[in-house]
């Protein structure tokens, strides 16, 4: 009966600790000084042709797990490209983001290796670099100013597209993995 209770208390544990981990939010950190950092402000996300502050579905699924669903989407990545140029990106990265002043942020050797993914490309863009690029995020930029998470993340897709190499950013877990080794 003992053992009953046991196995039936662990077996409780782990299916409330699977139901509670999967909603988790994945852990942003700050290029600049590796300290943790939030997006709270609701002007930060939504569609910006919208304009309605609702997170979007790509936001969503990317402050769950770190995937970019826009990767692979031509209509998002198209709206990339031209925030990529509206950002003036193009100043620095160069207008396909293989470099010019900046450095390259194709691959397959990145400045700050986590930027082969998704969420850490987002990471150093977001509040920027100790290397001279200031943040680019809604609220960093300017109180009232920068991109939206979704943006942002249709400008990661379409980065993604100019390197040769294969890497989309939405690698395994096993990378991140080896990234924060």
């Not at 950092?37 to 930060?44: L, S």
């Not at 996300?45 to 990767?71: C, Q, R, S």
């Not at 100043?91 to 293989?98: E, F, L, N, R, W």
Request: glycine share 14%; with cysteine; aromatic share 10%.
């Amino acid at each position: 009966m003992f053992k009953m209770k046991q196995l039936l208390a662990i077996l409780f544990t782990g299916i409330l600790s699977f139901s509670l981990g999967a909603h988790a939010e994945i852990k942003l950190i700050k290029t600049t000084d590796g300290s943790e950092f939030k997006i709270t402000d609701p002007k930060a996300f939504g569609d910006t042709k919208k304009k309605d502050n609702v997170k979007t579905k790509a936001e969503i699924e990317f402050l769950k797990t770190g995937k970019n669903i826009y990767v692979g989407d031509a209509k998002a990545e198209k709206r990339g490209k031209k925030r990529f140029g509206y950002w003036s990106c193009t100043q620095c990265h160069g207008p396909t983001a293989k470099g010019q002043v900046g450095p390259g942020l194709v691959g397959p050797t990145f400045k700050y290796p986590k930027d082969i993914t998704n969420q850490g490309m987002l990471e150093t863009i977001w509040f920027g670099t100790n290397g001279g690029m200031g943040g680019k995020g809604y609220g960093v930029m300017a109180a009232d100013d920068g991109m939206t998470v979704d943006e942002l993340l249709k400008t990661i897709a379409w980065v993604r597209t100019q390197g040769s190499q294969g890497i989309s950013g939405n690698e395994d877990e096993n990378m991140k993995k080896f990234l924060k080794n």
